[in-house]
């Protein structure tokens, strides 16, 4: 009953059922699920080899290379993302359903390039560009829960429409 009451309070569906339909067929569904979870565990990793670098004041390299890492984890998730969003809703972005996580990723992308942009440039000292970093990691975090909190509306609605 308390599903069925939250999935109410929205005004419209994710997913028509033909976009439902697309979801669940295409192969960029599985990749999403694939490459979700893997972005979460590097961004983990990435994140204790920070949280040590200012905590020790050594492995500097390795937090570094770990956050390149999850930059392109994460443009490959985005690239992937969009190609997902023109099979569902027909086009690469800012689909009405996804509209706001969408416009919430041009920041998370904005900020981890930035991270690669200072870094290869030098335009930073180590302290700042793991200020950057932290701050590219929690707009990410943000970005995450908006996906979550839209993974489980969905999955509410599925279970409401059986």
């Known amino acids: ?36 979870p893997l972005q979460f565990v590097v961004f983990l990793v990435s994140l ?42 027909g086009q690469y972005l800012l689909a009405p359903a996804f509209f706001w996580e969408d416009v919430f990723s041009f920041l ?13 440039m030098g335009w930073l000292d180590s302290g700042q560009l793991i200020a950057l970093a932290l701050a590219a990691y929690a707009t990410y975090v943000v970005n995450a829960g908006q996906f979550l909190f839209k993974l489980r509306r969905a999955r509410l609605e599925t279970a409401d429409s059986a």
């Open 1 to 36: 009953m308390a599903n069925h009451a939250m999935t109410n309070h929205s005004a419209q569906p994710l997913y028509t059922q033909e976009q439902r339909e697309r979801r669940d067929q295409t192969y960029w569904t599985t990749v999403q699920g694939v490459l979700a």
């Open 108 to 120: 998370v992308i904005a900020l981890h390039t930035a991270y690669l942009l200072t870094l290869s």
């Open 48 to 89: 204790a080899l920070v949280v040590n670098y200012l905590i020790s004041g050594s492995g500097y390299h390795a937090a570094t290379v770990s956050i390149v890492l999850k930059t392109f984890v994460l443009y490959l998730i985005m690239v992937t993302g969009a190609i997902w969003e023109k099979v569902v809703f």
